[in-house]
């Protein structure tokens, strides 16, 4: 059974810095295309990023473009985001998904989750 764990949510001030991993077990990750999509209170899921299984291929939401950055290590089952210049409409819970085939920007086609980690961006 594919299990994927996040952590490195937490509180932070607009314009800090915060990274996020995501631990997957059970799975062959390397054939696995990854991504995080966030979600905030009353709102709609929102896709964040991903990245392809050999990592060469990445998509960044529109808002995260040029602030976040995706990656894998393969060897240690990870993927983190770094983020930067956080701002206040960032604050959401962030989860990180898993599918076999190419990534995706659909939450739909993923079928594995994360429960998630919390961030919270203070103004």
């Known amino acids: 059974q594919v299990r994927l764990v996040e952590s490195g949510g937490g509180l932070v001030q607009a314009g800090d810095s915060l990274s996020l991993s995501c631990a997957v077990s059970?799975?062959?990750?390397?054939?696995?295309?990854m991504a995080w999509f966030r979600q905030a209170p009353g709102k709609e899921r929102e896709f964040v990023s991903s990245?392809?299984?050999?990592?060469?291929?990445?998509d960044y939401g529109d808002s995260m473009k040029g602030r976040f950055t995706i990656a894998r290590d393969n060897a240690k089952n990870t993927v983190s985001l770094q983020m930067n210049s956080l701002r206040p409409e960032d604050t959401a819970v962030y989860s990180c998904?898993?599918?076999?085939?190419?990534?995706?920007?659909?939450?739909?086609?993923?079928?594995?989750w994360g429960r998630g980690t919390q961030v919270t961006v203070s103004s």
């Open positions: 990245i392809s299984w050999s990592g060469l291929q990445t």
């Open positions: 059970g799975g062959t990750f390397r054939d696995s295309a």
């Open positions: 998904a898993a599918r076999f085939g190419p990534s995706s920007t659909e939450a739909l086609k993923y079928l594995f």
